[in-house]
């Protein structure tokens, strides 16, 4: 199977859901400006070669407002990603196991940069979206917490408001695989926890996300947008999206932690 195939399987394995969810809008400074329902309903024809993807945004009983697309295999999956009718400038990456990015590839001058990473676990799924404007400040966070089973989740909570701080486990080893733009997967290394982002503003959300991000990104420094997800006791996700110093995408990092 050639990796562009690999790709659209992974999306296709992991992904044809009817995602129930809450999307949570902060300011740069890391306050609610709006939270509102969502649905995100992605299904696809016989042989899988077409998804069909809904959305709903259900911001009041009486206020939804939806869009629809087609994502066809022969014309959206590309060797550098797939991607979507309405955003012809990102690409989207998928591991495996679901985990995946969806984001402006090369940043430029004088036009904003976005950012989203997916994490998969078993019926639920977790998104951070980074939006940069046009002058390479950070405009705002998004947080989107999906269960497949349905509407209010028994996992997510309804709580909105950032915390102050979180205890995250430390001296704790994992495994750490990468995926480039070319959609090569690493072969999994051992990896140790770090929660050390040079320059990077830290964000705490509830439900054990995470985020760090730089305040502003510029060509001419390399960063990385970083979020991790606490999922239990047991369990805990990273993914880091690595942008080099020319402002392209480099890479995308997961990392899986078992905690003892």
């Known amino acids: 199977m050639d990796l562009k195939t690999q790709n659209w399987k992974n999306f296709i394995d992991q992904h044809l859901y009817a995602w129930h969810g809450i999307w949570t809008r902060y300011t740069p400074e890391g306050c609610v400006k709006e939270s509102f329902r969502s649905l995100r309903h992605f299904k696809s024809n016989s042989d899988k070669t077409e998804i069909y993807q809904l959305n709903?945004?259900?911001?009041?009983?009486?206020?939804?407002?939806?869009?629809?697309?087609?994502?066809?295999?022969?014309?959206?999956?590309?060797?550098?990603?797939?991607?979507?009718?309405?955003?012809?400038?990102?690409?989207?990456?998928?591991?495996?196991?679901?985990?995946?990015?969806?984001?402006?590839?090369?940043?430029?001058s004088e036009a904003s940069l976005?950012?989203?990473?997916?994490?998969?676990?078993?019926?639920?799924?977790?998104?951070s979206i980074i939006?940069?404007?046009?002058?390479?400040?950070?405009?705002?966070?998004?947080?989107?917490?999906?269960?497949?089973?349905?509407?209010?989740?028994?996992?997510?909570?309804?709580?909105?408001?950032?915390?102050?701080?979180?205890?995250?486990?430390?001296?704790?080893?994992?495994?750490?695989?990468?995926?480039?733009?070319?959609?090569?997967?690493?072969?999994?290394?051992?990896?140790?926890?770090?929660?050390?982002?040079?320059?990077?503003?830290?964000?705490?959300?509830?439900?054990?996300?995470?985020?760090?991000?730089p305040e502003q990104v510029t060509i001419g420094t390399a960063f990385d947008c970083v979020v991790n997800w606490l999922i239990n006791e047991r369990e805990m996700h990273q993914l880091i999206a690595h942008y080099d110093v020319s402002g392209k995408f480099k890479s995308l990092t997961l990392q899986r932690y078992e905690l003892k």
């Open 114 to 127: 976005a950012i989203e990473l997916f994490f998969k676990y078993q019926h639920l799924r977790h998104s």
């Open 56 to 108: 709903k945004y259900i911001y009041a009983e009486d206020n939804v407002e939806e869009e629809s697309w087609t994502l066809n295999q022969s014309a959206n999956s590309l060797s550098d990603g797939v991607f979507h009718p309405l955003a012809e400038v990102m690409r989207a990456y998928f591991f495996p196991s679901g985990h995946a990015i969806f984001a402006i590839t090369q940043l430029k």
């Open 131 to 213: 939006i940069y404007d046009d002058k390479g400040n950070l405009f705002r966070t998004v947080n989107i917490r999906e269960d497949s089973t349905g509407y209010p989740s028994d996992y997510w909570s309804t709580e909105l408001e950032q915390l102050s701080q979180r205890d995250l486990p430390q001296n704790c080893q994992g495994t750490s695989i990468n995926l480039t733009p070319n959609l090569q997967i690493s072969e999994p290394v051992t990896t140790q926890f770090n929660w050390s982002w040079a320059g990077n503003k830290t964000f705490f959300l509830p439900d054990g996300i995470s985020l760090s991000c």
